[in-house]
């Protein structure tokens, strides 16, 4: 989706960008208008340099395109342009086997079984209901975005070219016109930056290209009609095929870039085909010194898989093993052509043999006519030689070192070696075996974790107005809330100054695997069986956690306190009850001790508030008062006041 940044007027642009008023009726003796800042000739420099990152990245669009040419199996044409296979006929045959392509299947299902979710944590006290409100709400913004589809196209795009990417902007026109966060996944291919660089937020430009047709961009922006012309610049496409549309298209450019206005750096877009300025934030008298986006940063998210030195882009799995995926083709393709050989029986045949070579090649005839005498040596059968057991391990090997090396093995994906029958051992060697996928997702993980700020960022600079969301709260019940910006402004310090609230960003899965919440139940199984959750035993098990460490850890001991201070609470009102009943009501107190299953009237153990001193029991202060109280009260009946 293109970005969309004509903010004046829009309900959820932020305070500070007010509505731009109608210009005024110039004079005759008033001055001509400023020029705009982006022009033609600012726009012939973009595109010079734009070229030049599009040279710089050659090698990248490359491997790109011969990765999806090897997802979609079409390896063959790969394979031969590298001179790995002869010239060969269109009709040739050549195998070409799903080894890699159930590799990425197969690391595609790890990714999105870990399905992440965001949990924000507060910096400062002050902002715990802040951080609450945002690990409520971002849910839904993201749900609302389909993000489950991005982040399968995304992964999808990662696990097969190295690198996928997102785009986090703001879309004005979302909502009927309140605006709303758009995140989406951006063809690799369309995007430029300055060579050499490791971090895309340190490139001088950044480039996204898309093609458009020219009708709506003429109704889009009508002081453009007429004057659309791409300039010659192509990106690179998936296919060598020339795009037929019905309608004609032309090359938009936009191009994001930074200034420095007041030792402050800016964000500033552009957005333009050819030599004609379609929108330009500096030619915007509101957002000249602001930018576009408070953050300041460029919207775009890079998520490798294999990362590389001097480059935002890493590498991925048709990188790693399309060597030993092309050893297999070519073994393959030879036992294939091999067992054909030996399947159609072949002749030599004499010059001067006279045998009829259509009933000899018509296998429905019975009879085959020779003439003259039929020698040994006037037809001989070719023999063919069949291939021993050292060609079929070398494919197994081959077909072996794939699967290590892609950490796609027969476990990983739920097959045992023979031997191991026992279920835990079956469910240990599997978690072992899916490390690789792990560390792969918590790749995935940091790299959701940036694009979790751009939103909250976005979410500071444009959610003026409140917002209602639907969503879980802590008891699990549905509620809808009311949101705004107004917790993210600037808060005013008790020794003066303002302060902006930041949060920290912790990425969970939302879903987990199959041995993570199998493990887990058996954890809680087995803390209910100890007594874990007694909250008698609490002086055993608090020190017992402290040494242990599992999800969920946090929670369990809070619960487990609170459990505590409850059971003192009520064991000091059971207490006082009693101690009141035997006051008043003597006659009640054996019934109010078998309701409450004590034998005494001070069923307080030990680890409470009680405590003992010199080998006697010492009743808690509260206790004590209320013991005083209830005996210097007057008697009900008689007469005293």
Same mark, same amino acid.
């Given at each position: ?93 050549? !195998?070409? !086997? ?6 990425? =299947? ?78 989406? #996944? ?19 430009? =950044? ?21 659309? #012309? ?18 004609? #298209? ?101 010059? %001067? ?24 040596? !006037? ?59 792990? %560390? ?13 700020? *751009? ?61 993570? #919440? ?69 006659? *009640? ?53």
């Amino acid at each position: 989706m293109e970005e969309n940044v004509r903010l004046r007027g829009r309900p959820g642009a932020t305070a500070p960008i007010a509505p731009m008023a109608a210009p005024p009726v110039p004079s005759p003796a008033a001055p001509a208008a400023a020029p705009p800042r982006i022009g033609k000739e600012q726009l012939l420099e973009w595109s010079a340099l734009l070229n030049e990152y599009k040279a710089g990245k050659a090698d990248v669009d490359r491997r790109v395109r011969a990765a999806e040419e090897w997802w979609k199996l079409r390896n063959t044409r790969q394979e031969r342009r590298e001179g790995q296979l002869g010239a060969g006929g269109p009709e040739e045959f050549h !195998s070409q !086997s799903g080894w890699l392509h159930n590799v990425i =299947v197969s690391k595609h299902a790890d990714a999105m079984d870990a399905f992440p979710e965001p949990s924000i944590l507060p910096r400062e006290p002050g902002d715990r209901m802040e951080a609450r409100m945002l690990s409520g709400i971002l849910p839904v913004v993201l749900e609302q975005n389909h993000f489950e589809t991005t982040y399968s196209d995304v992964q999808w795009q990662r696990l097969k070219t190295g690198t996928g990417v997102y785009r986090v902007s703001w879309d004005p026109d979302a909502l009927g016109g309140l605006g709303e966060i758009s995140i989406r #996944r951006v063809n690799l291919l369309d995007l430029f930056w300055e060579p050499g660089v490791e971090d895309l937020q340190e490139s001088r430009c =950044v480039f996204h290209v898309s093609s458009q047709e020219i009708a709506l961009l003429e109704q889009q922006y009508p002081h453009a009609r007429g004057r659309l #012309r791409s300039g010659g610049f192509r990106p690179e496409t998936f296919n060598d095929e020339r795009e037929y549309s019905l309608s004609p #298209r032309t090359t938009v450019i936009e191009v994001y870039y930074h200034r420095f206005l007041g030792g402050r750096k800016t964000l500033h877009y552009c957005k333009y085909v050819g030599d004609t300025v379609l929108y330009a934030t500096e030619n915007q008298p509101e957002m000249m010194e602001r930018g576009l986006y408070d953050h300041g940063r460029y919207p775009f998210v890079l998520d490798r898989l294999f990362p590389v030195e001097g480059s935002p882009c890493g590498y991925g799995f048709v990188d790693l093993c399309r060597n030993p995926q092309t050893e297999i083709d070519l073994m393959k393709t030879a036992f294939v052509k091999n067992a054909v050989i030996g399947a159609t029986p072949r002749f030599f045949l004499r010059e %001067d043999g006279e045998v009829n070579e259509e009933e000899l090649q018509d296998l429905s005839r019975s009879v085959v006519h020779v003439g003259g005498n039929m020698g040994r040596d !006037s037809l001989r059968l070719i023999e063919h030689p069949s291939l021993d057991g050292n060609h079929v391990a070398m494919l197994e090997a081959t077909v072996r070192e794939l699967r290590e090396t892609s950490g796609n093995t027969e476990t990983a994906n739920g097959s045992m070696s023979a031997g191991v029958t026992a279920a835990s051992a079956i469910a240990a060697l599997q978690e072992a075996s899916g490390k690789g996928s792990r %560390d792969a997702t918590q790749a995935s993980y940091r790299a959701y974790g940036e694009l979790v700020e *751009l939103l909250i960022e976005l979410i500071r600079q444009f959610y003026t107005l409140p917002r209602q969301f639907r969503i879980l709260g802590e008891t699990g019940a549905e509620e809808f809330v009311s949101y705004s910006n107004r917790g993210l402004m600037p808060q005013p310090m008790a020794y003066g100054g303002l302060r902006l609230p930041v949060f920290d960003i912790k990425v969970v899965p939302q879903r987990r695997a199959a041995y993570s #919440r199998l493990s887990q139940n058996e954890l809680a199984l087995q803390f209910y069986g100890l007594g874990f959750f007694d909250p008698a035993r609490a002086s055993q098990v608090l020190p017992c956690l402290e040494m242990m460490e599992f999800d969920g850890k946090e929670e369990l001991r809070q619960k487990l306190r609170k459990a505590v201070e409850d059971r003192e609470k009520l064991a000091l009102w059971q207490q006082l009850a009693l101690s009141l009943a035997r006051r008043y009501e003597p006659r *009640l107190v054996q019934g109010l001790m078998g309701a409450l299953g004590t034998e005494s009237a001070a069923p307080l153990p030990t680890g409470g508030k009680l405590t003992m001193s010199g080998g006697q029991r010492r009743e808690h202060a509260r206790v004590r008062s209320a013991r005083q109280r209830a005996q210097n009260a007057p008697i009900p009946g008689s007469g005293s006041s």
